[in-house]
């Protein structure tokens, strides 16, 4: 089992960064996918970005050359750096992992992008 403790949400102006964490519970090494997904009021969930064990990435279209993911393997922990925010990021965004096809998640942490 995999328990994950994401971090790092509040509240930012346009054009402002934030980096949130996910830190695992266990090597993240033994771990297939980790990531991130959003969700907006009324909207579905969305993934964001994700980070394989080998470190390939991907991300959606609508937040390239502004977020970046990357791990941590000795703090067990992967984070996604928000640069350049828009009010349409607002949502609640959860880390999730893959481990052996199941999928785990955290807590969710509030990301508010408004002035």
């Known amino acids: 089992q995999v328990q994950l403790v994401d971090s790092g949400g509040g509240l930012v102006q346009p054009g402002g960064s934030l980096r949130l964490s996910c830190a695992a519970s266990i090597s993240i090494n033994s771990i297939y996918a980790m990531g991130w997904y959003r969700q907006a009021p009324g909207k579905q969930r969305e993934l964001v970005a994700t980070?394989?064990?080998?470190?390939?990435?991907n991300l959606i279209d609508s937040v390239k050359g502004r977020f970046t993911i990357s791990r941590d393997n000795a703090k067990n922990t992967v984070y996604l750096q928000m640069n350049s925010l828009k009010p349409e990021d607002t949502a609640v965004y959860y880390c999730y992992a893959d481990k052996e096809g199941l999928d785990y998640w955290g807590q969710g942490t509030q990301v508010t992008v408004s002035s």
């Open positions: 980070i394989s064990s080998g470190g390939s990435i």
